[in-house]
């Protein structure tokens, strides 16, 4: 993955460390909220949560083609949910193989679960470090889904 900000060059040494220490910063603050230091806890992570929500990015199992199910998710690595979008934590996973996931849900499970449907169980799929579950959260390596563009 290219950097978005400048025309296509692969970010810098410099950038890429700064996206280990927003991480970093990010998880020290999970870790704050999750104790219940939350004054502390939202000064280091309002960059990342304040205003609104973050945008939308759907992805798909590259293994299981176009005609695959559409994830709603996140890229994680070893310290929480990255603030990242997809494609710049695909970036920083080629410094850090094996650190960087993607945890997703359905596309298809939250609209039935916005619209009042019915969810019923589905069968539960592993296939090596791909995990879907009987909700349909998906949890996989991050360079095992691509990108695809999503409504809900």
Known sequence: MLDPDTHGEPPSAHERDDIVQDIARAHVGYLLAG??????ASQLLAEHVAGGNRPLEGAFLGSDGEDSATYLGVPVGPLGVLPFPLGQAQTLAQAMPNSIRFVGVDADVIRRALAGQRLDARARRSDGPVQIGGDG?????IDRVAPRSLAI
């Open 35 to 40: 104790m219940g230091f939350s004054e502390m």
């Open 137 to 141: 959260l998906l949890y996989a390596p």
